[in-house]
């Protein structure tokens, strides 16, 4: 357990307590709440925000990412969800900075019968898990947001599902940890043994994998921005997420007058930008929301989420090493779960035991399952190696 330091005392004034590896937004905001507590802290990233939060919308969305086979994951997203107002009016009292949050909630549509039916199997399953889902008919929804198509079936509005922007969010974090004294280190971590620290936080997104040996892989994300003509606000103010002939889209918009919208989901490790992809998401967009064909494109960019084999992070003492803590693999979900993934990994450095809420997210459960299928297979093949042994002796 690392405790924090009163000015007074015996100050080593070369190892830190803390070395986080990632200066994206969970690293960031693991620094600030380490350094906050009075614990010496460094950051080690060549290039700080410039991994999957610069191409993030920033979606604070609960209820709308709720997933069948994911209620663990749902329930840390709901609970983190749950911190963001607090720690928001925190990050900007410490900074002066604006973050971009907006609580307006969340429209989930669907434009024909076959989105809309597909939609509403899940918006059940959001309900059974108590999640506020409010299904809206078109002429409810256009009273919500009048631009909608009038083709747009049916929806539900999600009004805890709120957004904040990754681009602001970064720098605020940034400057919070570095007033709260962290000291941010440029270069590459290639080896954790190159780091001198009491305790180590890997926050490296994809990178954790080379770092850690944890299953943490590229998954492709193209997103599109757009602009609002003439500088204005974008026609609606909700986030818009949608279901067109298929295609699934969100629509994000933002108080500068940017519209993002996103994203594809590919199992693939390069940043290119694909025509194919583009053309996608602008028909999907234009069909639920047909003012943005005369928007200005301004952007099209891809990024690499940090994935796993669950969809879930990995948070905790890597197996053997309670000096090294994994703090990746948000995926989807790394803006939402960053003020629930800094607290209890902030915890876990100080205190020594892990909070009930690390349980299901902890990086040996992937140790876990491969022992046990391990041992399914040594089963099976024992079982046929008897089946032979008695077909021997028929």
């Given at each position: 357990?690392?405790?924090?330091?009163?000015p007074s005392a015996h100050v080593d004034r070369v190892r830190p307590?803390?070395?986080v590896v990632g200066a994206g937004p969970i690293g960031l905001a693991v620094a600030w709440r380490c350094a906050a507590r009075g614990l010496r802290v460094t950051v080690h990233d060549p290039a700080p925000g410039s991994g999957a939060s610069s191409v993030a919308a920033g979606m604070l969305s609960p209820v709308a990412e709720a997933y069948f086979g994911e209620r663990e994951l749902t329930g840390l997203l709901v609970e983190s969800a749950a911190r963001w107002p607090g720690f928001a009016a925190e990050?900007?009292?410490?900074?002066?900075?604006?973050?971009?949050?907006r609580t307006e909630g969340t429209l989930m549509v669907g434009l024909t019968g076959d989105d809309l039916a597909e939609a509403r199997r899940l918006w059940a399953y959001q309900q059974s898990l108590g999640l506020p889902v409010t299904p809206l008919r078109p002429s409810e929804l256009r009273t919500h947001e009048p631009a909608l198509a009038p083709r747009v079936r049916g929806g539900a509005l999600a009004p805890t599902d709120h957004q904040v922007d990754p681009r602001l969010l970064v720098p605020a974090l940034r400057t919070a940890a570095e007033r709260a004294g962290a000291v941010l280190v440029p270069g590459v971590v290639r080896r954790l043994a190159d780091l001198d620290a009491a305790v180590t936080v890997v926050a490296a997104g994809c990178g954790a994998a080379a770092l850690t040996g944890l299953p943490v892989r590229p998954v492709k994300g193209q997103v599109v921005r757009l602009r609002a003509p003439d500088g204005g606000p974008p026609g609606f103010r909700h986030v818009i997420r949608g279901y067109a002939d298929g295609e699934h889209v969100y629509l994000v918009p933002r108080d500068t007058g940017e519209v993002v919208v996103g994203a594809t989901v590919e199992e693939r490790g390069d940043t290119t930008v694909s025509a194919g992809a583009v053309l996608r998401l602008l028909r999907a967009a234009v069909e639920l929301m047909p003012e943005l064909a005369e928007y200005d494109l301004v952007e099209t960019v891809a990024g690499r989420r940090p994935g796993t084999p669950d969809n879930a992070p990995i948070l905790g003492a890597l197996p053997g090493r309670p000096d090294v803590l994994a703090a990746t693999g948000h995926h989807r979900h790394g803006i939402v779960l960053t003020p629930v993934t800094a607290d209890l990994i902030a915890d876990l450095v100080t205190g020594g035991v892990p909070d009930p809420l690390l349980a299901p997210f902890r990086p040996d459960r992937f140790t876990a399952r491969a022992d046990s299928a391990d041992a399914s297979a040594a089963g099976v093949a024992d079982a046929a190696n008897?089946?032979?042994e008695e077909e021997s002796w028929s």
């Amino acid at each position: 357990m690392l405790t924090g330091r009163s000015p007074s005392a015996h100050v080593d004034r070369v190892r830190p307590d803390v070395a986080v590896v990632g200066a994206g937004p969970i690293g960031l905001a693991v620094a600030w709440r380490c350094a906050a507590r009075g614990l010496r802290v460094t950051v080690h990233d060549p290039a700080p925000g410039s991994g999957a939060s610069s191409v993030a919308a920033g979606m604070l969305s609960p209820v709308a990412e709720a997933y069948f086979g994911e209620r663990e994951l749902t329930g840390l997203l709901v609970e983190s969800a749950a911190r963001w107002p607090g720690f928001a009016a925190e990050l900007a009292e410490a900074t002066g900075a604006t973050l971009g949050y907006r609580t307006e909630g969340t429209l989930m549509v669907g434009l024909t019968g076959d989105d809309l039916a597909e939609a509403r199997r899940l918006w059940a399953y959001q309900q059974s898990l108590g999640l506020p889902v409010t299904p809206l008919r078109p002429s409810e929804l256009r009273t919500h947001e009048p631009a909608l198509a009038p083709r747009v079936r049916g929806g539900a509005l999600a009004p805890t599902d709120h957004q904040v922007d990754p681009r602001l969010l970064v720098p605020a974090l940034r400057t919070a940890a570095e007033r709260a004294g962290a000291v941010l280190v440029p270069g590459v971590v290639r080896r954790l043994a190159d780091l001198d620290a009491a305790v180590t936080v890997v926050a490296a997104g994809c990178g954790a994998a080379a770092l850690t040996g944890l299953p943490v892989r590229p998954v492709k994300g193209q997103v599109v921005r757009l602009r609002a003509p003439d500088g204005g606000p974008p026609g609606f103010r909700h986030v818009i997420r949608g279901y067109a002939d298929g295609e699934h889209v969100y629509l994000v918009p933002r108080d500068t007058g940017e519209v993002v919208v996103g994203a594809t989901v590919e199992e693939r490790g390069d940043t290119t930008v694909s025509a194919g992809a583009v053309l996608r998401l602008l028909r999907a967009a234009v069909e639920l929301m047909p003012e943005l064909a005369e928007y200005d494109l301004v952007e099209t960019v891809a990024g690499r989420r940090p994935g796993t084999p669950d969809n879930a992070p990995i948070l905790g003492a890597l197996p053997g090493r309670p000096d090294v803590l994994a703090a990746t693999g948000h995926h989807r979900h790394g803006i939402v779960l960053t003020p629930v993934t800094a607290d209890l990994i902030a915890d876990l450095v100080t205190g020594g035991v892990p909070d009930p809420l690390l349980a299901p997210f902890r990086p040996d459960r992937f140790t876990a399952r491969a022992d046990s299928a391990d041992a399914s297979a040594a089963g099976v093949a024992d079982a046929a190696n008897q089946r032979t042994e008695e077909e021997s002796w028929s």
